[in-house]
Nanobody, 125 residues
Framework: QEQLVESGGGLVQAGDSLRLSCAGS????????MAWFRQGPGKEREYVAS????????YYGDPMEGRFTISRDNAKNTMYLQMNNLTAEDTAVYYC??????WGTGGSGARWDYWGQGTQVTVSS
Protein backbone atom coordinates (compact mmCIF):
# COMPACT_ATOMS: atom_id res chain seq x y z
CA GLN A 1 0.00 0.00 0.00
CA GLU A 2 1.32 3.37 -0.96
CA GLN A 3 2.38 5.76 1.77
CA LEU A 4 2.26 9.53 1.41
CA VAL A 5 4.58 11.87 3.27
CA GLU A 6 4.11 15.62 3.31
CA SER A 7 6.91 18.10 3.98
CA GLY A 8 7.75 21.77 3.56
CA GLY A 9 5.52 23.32 6.18
CA GLY A 10 6.71 25.93 8.63
CA LEU A 11 6.21 29.32 10.23
CA VAL A 12 6.14 32.26 7.84
CA GLN A 13 4.90 35.83 7.78
CA ALA A 14 1.92 37.13 5.89
CA GLY A 15 2.82 37.74 2.27
CA ASP A 16 5.49 35.03 2.22
CA SER A 17 5.57 31.91 0.06
CA LEU A 18 6.00 28.21 0.82
CA ARG A 19 6.24 25.09 -1.30
CA LEU A 20 4.84 21.88 0.11
CA SER A 21 5.79 18.43 -1.15
CA CYS A 22 3.99 15.11 -0.99
CA ALA A 23 6.17 12.08 -1.67
CA GLY A 24 4.62 8.73 -2.57
CA SER A 25 6.38 5.50 -1.77
CA UNK A 26 4.80 3.15 -4.29
CA UNK A 27 5.53 2.41 -7.91
CA UNK A 28 1.98 3.32 -8.92
CA UNK A 29 2.08 6.99 -7.89
CA UNK A 30 1.80 8.19 -11.49
CA UNK A 31 -1.49 6.35 -12.04
CA UNK A 32 -3.55 8.34 -9.58
CA UNK A 33 -5.05 11.79 -9.25
CA MET A 34 -3.81 13.57 -6.15
CA ALA A 35 -5.08 16.38 -3.98
CA TRP A 36 -4.24 18.79 -1.21
CA PHE A 37 -6.60 19.42 1.67
CA ARG A 38 -6.13 21.49 4.81
CA GLN A 39 -7.61 21.72 8.27
CA GLY A 40 -7.30 24.90 10.25
CA PRO A 41 -7.72 25.16 14.02
CA GLY A 42 -11.33 24.52 14.93
CA LYS A 43 -12.31 24.07 11.28
CA GLU A 44 -13.37 21.18 9.11
CA ARG A 45 -11.06 19.72 6.50
CA GLU A 46 -11.12 21.95 3.41
CA TYR A 47 -10.35 21.14 -0.19
CA VAL A 48 -7.36 23.06 -1.55
CA ALA A 49 -6.49 21.71 -5.00
CA SER A 50 -6.27 18.54 -7.05
CA UNK A 51 -4.43 17.32 -10.11
CA UNK A 52 -5.05 14.48 -12.51
CA UNK A 53 -2.72 11.54 -12.98
CA UNK A 54 -0.41 13.18 -15.55
CA UNK A 55 -0.62 16.79 -14.35
CA UNK A 56 -2.60 18.08 -17.32
CA UNK A 57 -5.78 18.92 -15.38
CA UNK A 58 -5.84 21.01 -12.22
CA TYR A 59 -8.60 22.21 -9.93
CA TYR A 60 -8.52 24.75 -7.10
CA GLY A 61 -10.70 25.76 -4.22
CA ASP A 62 -12.01 29.30 -4.56
CA PRO A 63 -9.86 30.88 -1.78
CA MET A 64 -6.71 29.46 -3.39
CA GLU A 65 -7.31 30.39 -7.02
CA GLY A 66 -4.54 32.63 -8.26
CA ARG A 67 -2.33 32.22 -5.18
CA PHE A 68 -1.67 28.46 -5.07
CA THR A 69 -0.29 26.23 -7.80
CA ILE A 70 -0.47 22.45 -7.74
CA SER A 71 1.95 20.36 -9.76
CA ARG A 72 3.49 16.90 -9.85
CA ASP A 73 6.60 15.11 -11.04
CA ASN A 74 5.75 11.46 -11.55
CA ALA A 75 9.39 10.59 -12.20
CA LYS A 76 10.05 11.64 -8.61
CA ASN A 77 6.78 10.28 -7.19
CA THR A 78 6.12 13.74 -5.80
CA MET A 79 3.34 16.30 -5.84
CA TYR A 80 3.82 19.95 -4.93
CA LEU A 81 1.81 22.90 -3.73
CA GLN A 82 3.33 26.33 -4.31
CA MET A 83 1.63 28.84 -2.02
CA ASN A 84 2.15 32.55 -2.55
CA ASN A 85 0.94 35.65 -0.74
CA LEU A 86 0.04 33.68 2.35
CA THR A 87 -2.35 35.08 4.93
CA ALA A 88 -3.24 34.08 8.47
CA GLU A 89 -6.32 32.37 7.06
CA ASP A 90 -4.01 29.86 5.37
CA THR A 91 -2.80 28.58 8.75
CA ALA A 92 -3.63 24.89 8.85
CA VAL A 93 -2.33 21.36 8.69
CA TYR A 94 -1.98 20.49 5.03
CA TYR A 95 -2.64 16.92 3.89
CA CYS A 96 -2.12 15.20 0.59
CA UNK A 97 -4.53 12.56 -0.57
CA UNK A 98 -4.75 10.01 -3.34
CA UNK A 99 -7.75 9.06 -5.43
CA UNK A 100 -9.17 5.59 -4.88
CA UNK A 101 -9.32 4.79 -8.60
CA UNK A 102 -6.56 5.13 -11.14
CA TRP A 103 -6.38 7.44 -14.17
CA GLY A 104 -8.84 9.92 -12.72
CA THR A 105 -9.13 13.63 -13.45
CA GLY A 106 -9.11 14.69 -9.81
CA GLY A 107 -12.48 16.36 -10.26
CA SER A 108 -15.78 15.88 -8.48
CA GLY A 109 -15.80 12.12 -9.11
CA ALA A 110 -12.62 11.54 -7.13
CA ARG A 111 -12.71 9.63 -3.86
CA TRP A 112 -9.77 10.57 -1.68
CA ASP A 113 -8.93 7.46 0.29
CA TYR A 114 -5.25 7.57 1.12
CA TRP A 115 -3.74 10.29 3.27
CA GLY A 116 -0.43 11.48 4.56
CA GLN A 117 0.20 12.56 8.15
CA GLY A 118 0.08 16.27 7.34
CA THR A 119 2.47 19.20 7.56
CA GLN A 120 1.80 22.32 9.63
CA VAL A 121 1.73 25.73 7.98
CA THR A 122 1.52 28.72 10.29
CA VAL A 123 1.24 32.24 8.93
CA SER A 124 1.79 35.12 11.32
CA SER A 125 0.11 38.41 10.58
Amino acid sequence: QEQLVESGGGLVQAGDSLRLSCAGSGSTFGKYAMAWFRQGPGKEREYVASINWNGAIKYYGDPMEGRFTISRDNAKNTMYLQMNNLTAEDTAVYYCGRDRAGWGTGGSGARWDYWGQGTQVTVSS
